[in-house]
C-alpha cells in the first residue's frame, strides 16, 4: 500500500501556526507528516496535534551544522543524532534524515567520502540502539544545492553499504534524483533493501506531482511492487492552493491502493 507523508515545511506554508498544519493535512487525506529542522518547532504542540489527528510523524532531520565530511566531525555527528532522538522520542518518529553538508575543495572528494561513512559507523549504534532508522539524502547541486557533496544515488548507495548497519539506510529523493541522474525506477528497484525513505516532486520547478516530465504513476507502482512499506514524503512547492494540488497526487495514491 503506498503511503503518503506531507512535508509540512513547504505544504500548507499559508498557515502560520505549523503544529495547525497537521490538522489540514488530515482533513486532505494525508497519511502522516514530516518536517525539517526540529529546535525551532514547539515539539509538544506538534505530539498533541499528532496524536489528535492519528497523523504520525513519519521524519525530521539530524541538525548537524558542522556536515559529515571529515573523520574528525564522527563524535560530534554523534551527538547531534542524540539530541535528534530525544526530540524524536516524544514524537514517535522513527525516521531522521541526515544530509552531508556543501564540499569546497573536490580535490578532498575522497576524504570526505569517508568522512560520511565514519559519522554515520559512529552515530548508527545510537540510532539502533532508540529504534530509529538514519537516512542519508542526496540532493542535487544543478538546481538547488549548489557545492553539496553527496549529489547520486549511486553513491549514495555504496555509503550505505560501507557502514553496513541496518539503523543506515538512504533517502531517495525522486525529484533530486531525476535531476542529477535520472534512470529512476532501475536505480531505485536495484537497491531496495538500501532506501528507508523517498521523498518526492516533480522536474522541473519542484511541483506537485503529476506536473512535469516525471511518469509518478510509474514510479509509485514500482516502488510498491518492490515492497517498500515506509512513506513517500510529498516536498513540494505547490502551484497553487495546497488541498487542490494534493487532490491530484492523491488520485495517484488512490489508484495505487485499489
Known amino acids: 500500500m503506498t503511503k503518503l507523508s506531507g512535508c509540512i515545511e513547504m505544504l500548507f506554508a499559508e498557515i502560520e501556526d505549523f503544529a495547525g498544519r497537521i490538522s489540514a493535512s488530515a482533513e486532505a487525506g494525508l497519511d502522516a507528516i514530516e518536517f525539517w529542522d526540529y529546535s525551532s518547532k514547539d515539539l509538544d ?9 492519528g497523523l504520525p510523524v513519519a521524519a525530521m532531520c539530524v541538525e548537524a ?8 566531525l564522527a563524535d560530534k555527528f554523534a551527538a547531534a543524532v542524540e539530541q535528534a532522538v530525544a526530540a524524536a522520542e516524544l514524537l514517535d518518529c522513527q525516521t531522521l534524515i ?35 532508522t538514519l537516512v542519508l539524502e542526496p540532493l542535487n547541486a544543478l538546481v538547488d544545492h549548489p557545492g553539496y557533496f553527496l549529489t547520486s544515488s ?34 531505485i528497484t536495484s537497491h531496495a533493501e538500501l532506501i528507508g525513505h523517498f521523498h518526492a ?31 513517500i514524503g510529498l516536498e513540494y512547492k505547490p502551484t497553487g492552493p495546497t488541498p487542490q494540488t494534493l487532490a491530484q497526487v492523491l488520485g495517484i495514491r488512490d489508484e495505487l491502493n485499489r
Not at 100 to 129: F, M, S, W
Not at 202 to 224: C, F, K, M, Q, W
Open 154 to 187: 549511486r553513491e549514495g548507495f555504496e555509503i550505505v553499504e560501507q557502514v553496513g548497519s541496518p539503523a543506515v539506510k538512504l533517502l531517495y529523493d525522486i525529484y533530486h534524483q531525476q535531476v542529477t541522474e535520472g534512470n529512476l525506477i532501475a536505480n
Open 98 to 132: 541526515c544530509t552531508t553538508g556543501n564540499i569546497e575543495d573536490y580535490a578532498y572528494r575522497n576524504q570526505a567520502h569517508a568522512g560520511v561513512v565514519a559519522c554515520l559507523k559512529t552515530a548508527a549504534p545510537v540510532a539502533a540502539v532508540a529504534g530509529v
Open 45 to 53: 504542540a506538534i505530539a498533541a496535534a499528532s496524536q489528535e489527528t
Open 201 to 231: 516532486a516533480d522536474v522541473p520547478g519542484r511541483h506537485e506531482p503529476g506536473t512535469g516530465e516525471i511518469n509518478y504513476p510509474n514510479v509509485l507502482a514500482a516502488i510498491s511492487e518492490m515492497g517498500y512499506e515506509g512513506y
Open 65 to 72: 551544522p558542522d556536515g559529515m565530511l571529515d573523520f574528525s
